[in-house]
């Protein structure tokens, strides 16, 4: 992936943020979120539609500054999905390079080889429930190393099998942390927690901690 970008590169955003980090293994941190607006896929149960379209555009400058002026050393780059815009890679390497310890969250559909090896990498696998299973792109799995994650939000049963067969065919936690989330309001964590305690799976069961602060709220958590 080609890396080299204008200096008036701009990216669409969303929002940027602080929050408590909610659903990775930094989950319970303080950390700043940058939004990116767009995404390439249209989940079922999303729960950031607003960022699907909407996005002001901002250059690389304002947004770092903006980083820099909410005073958190942990940042995470979300979306909508940001791997479809040109500048995010750009970034991300910015980010790292001022000293932040970075993380991307991505939808699992776009090459993630030209994102900085420095990144923490969230793959969000999508299961069937989605309506975007066929979209994974499966050799962004060969680019993960210790400290990335892999993620699957189940709603139910078939996507629970789903994910399940893919830890086990993919010998997943071999090559990342493994994460089963529940989808909040259609399959109850406890009822998830007993189907990975009954198989003896590898994985951590991640409730979205954000949500359980803050239940109202839908942006800037």
């Avoid at 080299?4 to 293994?25: C, D, H, N, R």
């Avoid at 901002?58 to 005073?71: E, I, N, P, Q």
């Avoid at 793959?123 to 989605?130: E, G, N, R, Y």
Wanted: negative net charge; contains cysteine; hydrophobic residues 40%.
């Amino acid at each position: 992936m080609d890396t080299m970008v204008p200096v008036a590169a701009t990216l669409k955003v969303s929002e940027i943020f602080l929050s408590i980090q909610g659903e990775s293994l930094r989950a319970g941190f303080p950390c700043t979120i940058v939004r990116l607006g767009g995404c390439n896929l249209r989940c079922s149960w999303c729960d950031t539609e607003y960022a699907w379209d909407e996005g002001e555009d901002m250059s690389l400058s304002t947004v770092l500054a903006r980083v820099g002026g909410l005073g958190c050393r942990r940042v995470e780059v979300t979306g909508g999905e940001p791997l479809i815009q040109p500048s995010t890679c750009e970034l991300l390497r910015r980010l790292c390079d001022g000293g932040y310890e970075v993380l991307l969250e991505t939808n699992g559909s776009v090459d993630i080889s030209g994102v900085d090896a420095r990144v923490i990498k969230v793959i969000d696998v999508k299961c069937p429930s989605s309506g975007e299973a066929d979209t994974t792109r499966w050799e962004n799995l060969d680019n993960l190393i210790r400290g990335d994650e892999i993620k699957f939000v189940i709603a139910d049963r078939k996507d629970y099998e789903y994910a399940l067969s893919a830890v086990q065919a993919r010998d997943l936690p071999r090559r990342a942390m493994v994460s089963f989330s529940p989808v909040t309001g259609r399959l109850a964590s406890d009822e998830l927690a007993a189907w990975i305690l009954a198989d003896r799976i590898d994985v951590r069961l991640n409730l979205q901690l954000h949500k359980i602060i803050w239940p109202e709220k839908v942006r800037g958590v």
